[in-house]
């Protein structure tokens, strides 16, 4: 049997490149330790030099709302869904405070002349019969990419904010109106001009002196605050009336045809001035509100209640009925 010495092994297996080859990092032979990743090195966060600061004050002279298109912003609820003291703008970010409903304005009469002042100068002079054909001939189509859609909820508090944005890059923005908010189109909070209307389509024109730098400061809501608790939109016995003539006219209106038939996402534009005639020769309306929902059909309805004026009497099977109340509306 053949034997080895220890010098023969040393010559053969050197332990100087043994060593080195077990210990070099080059390669990844199996089981072997991973070095240590160098800590990385920790940069306190840049804040952006056009960050506004915290808590933001805005000079917009209006109550801060979620939504500005309920009819009666001054309903009081009888209760809550949620605490009143979680701002839906964050904690601290907003030196208004936040009543569960609005965040109000404190002097709204010396920001409103301001903000009239500030709107005249943006707006300048008058636009050209030739101007604004451009402008509606350049953003009034379906395919515009600056365009803002408008649902049940109306104008929200954020829209605001994107219609400055869009304004940031073009003159006009087309704003397309669906359902509830059809019905009453003359709410505008932003600051700028309506050019042109067709049906539910509106423009909204920026004004000639119009800067992006200096645009007014729209805080953002960081969630939808949960709707109040409001008192009972329909009553058991109507204002004015008995028990027995209030059951008599709902009876009357279930059984009667209906005025006209609403549909779900539809344009109500002659629904008010419809009802407002049919009220000259009839005491009770119907309208047919199938397919519409529920809660569409009672917005629907404290809508027409402001704006007719008139009383909703019944909601039943998405049917609305309406009564003139004692006196004929104007």
Request: net charge positive; glycine share 6%.
């Amino acid at each position: 049997m053949l034997r080895l010495s220890s010098s023969s092994l040393r010559r053969r297996f050197p332990l100087q490149s043994f060593s080195s080859h077990s210990l070099s990092f080059n390669e990844d032979p199996p089981f072997s330790l991973l070095q240590n990743p160098p800590n990385p090195k920790i940069t306190p966060k840049q804040i952006p030099q056009n960050a506004p600061h915290i808590p933001v004050n805005s000079d917009l002279p209006f109550h801060f709302r979620y939504s500005y298109s309920e009819s009666d912003p001054s309903a009081n609820p009888i209760s809550f869904r949620e605490p009143p003291r979680f701002s839906p703008f964050g904690p601290g970010r907003l030196d208004r405070k936040w009543t569960g409903t609005c965040a109000p304005v404190e002097d709204a009469g010396s920001e409103r002349a301001k903000w009239e002042e500030d709107k005249i100068r943006v707006l300048g002079d008058a636009l050209t019969h030739e101007e604004v054909d451009l402008l509606v001939e350049n953003y009034r189509h379906s395919d515009c990419n600056r365009q803002i859609n408008i649902g049940k909820d109306g104008v929200t508090h954020n829209m605001l904010d994107d219609i400055h944005n869009h304004w940031r890059r073009a003159e006009a923005v087309r704003i397309k109106c669906l359902g509830l908010p059809t019905l009453d189109m003359d709410n505008d909070k932003s600051g700028g001009k309506v050019i042109y209307r067709h049906l539910n389509i509106l423009l909204l024109y920026r004004g000639r002196h119009y800067d992006s730098k200096n645009r007014p400061l729209v805080p953002l809501m960081l969630w939808k605050p949960r709707a109040p608790i409001y008192p009972k939109l329909v009553k058991n016995v109507a204002e004015g009336l008995t028990f027995e003539e209030t059951k008599e006219f709902r009876n009357r209106g279930l059984n009667s045809s209906p005025l006209m038939k609403l549909t779900r996402n539809g344009v109500y534009l002659n629904v008010v001035q419809k009802v407002r005639d049919a009220f000259q020769t009839e005491e009770v309306v119907r309208l047919d509100c199938t397919h519409v929902g529920t809660s569409d059909c009672k917005r629907i309805g404290v809508k027409l209640r402001d704006l007719v004026p008139c009383i909703p009497i019944l909601f039943k099977d998405e049917q609305i009925i309406l009564w003139r109340g004692k006196e004929r509306p104007q």
